[in-house]
Nanobody
Framework: QVQLVESGGGVVQAGESLRLSCAASGSIFRIRSMAWYRQAPGKQRELVATITSSGSTNYADSVKGRLTISRDNAKKTMYLQMNSLRPEDTAVYYC???????????????WGQGTQVTVSS
């Protein structure tokens, strides 16, 4: 069984920073791509940033230059450094990962439970 656990959310003022973490645990053979998504109240879940196992990254236009995704493969942990936060960044942030639990089976998609980020103006 695989678990993804996010941490680091909170309430900050506009312009401040937060660092989110996503720790993977359980029966993991290989973690392939990982990603952060977010869902604001009344809106659909949207992709924020992705990172491959080799460290290649992609970002939504709305967060480029402010949010940085990274990962530590040895710790099975992904991070999201969030700088210059804006009220429109307020959302529940979800961790997503494509994981092989065995070298003989296809990978599957896993999600964390989410962590709330609130940015006040």
């Amino acid at each position: 069984q695989v678990q993804l656990v996010e941490s680091g959310g909170g309430v900050v003022q506009a312009g401040e920073s937060l660092r989110l973490s996503c720790a993977a645990s359980g029966s993991i053979f290989r973690i392939r791509s990982m990603a952060w998504y977010r869902q604001a109240p009344g809106k659909q879940r949207e992709l924020v940033a992705t990172i491959t196992s080799s460290g290649s990254t992609n970002y939504a236009d709305s967060v480029k230059g402010r949010l940085t995704i990274s990962r530590d493969n040895a710790k099975k942990t992904m991070y999201l450094q969030m700088n210059s936060l804006r009220p429109e960044d307020t959302a529940v942030y979800y961790c997503n990962a494509d994981i092989n639990t065995s070298p003989y089976q296809r990978s599957s998609d896993y999600w964390g439970q989410g962590t709330q980020v609130t940015v006040s103006s």
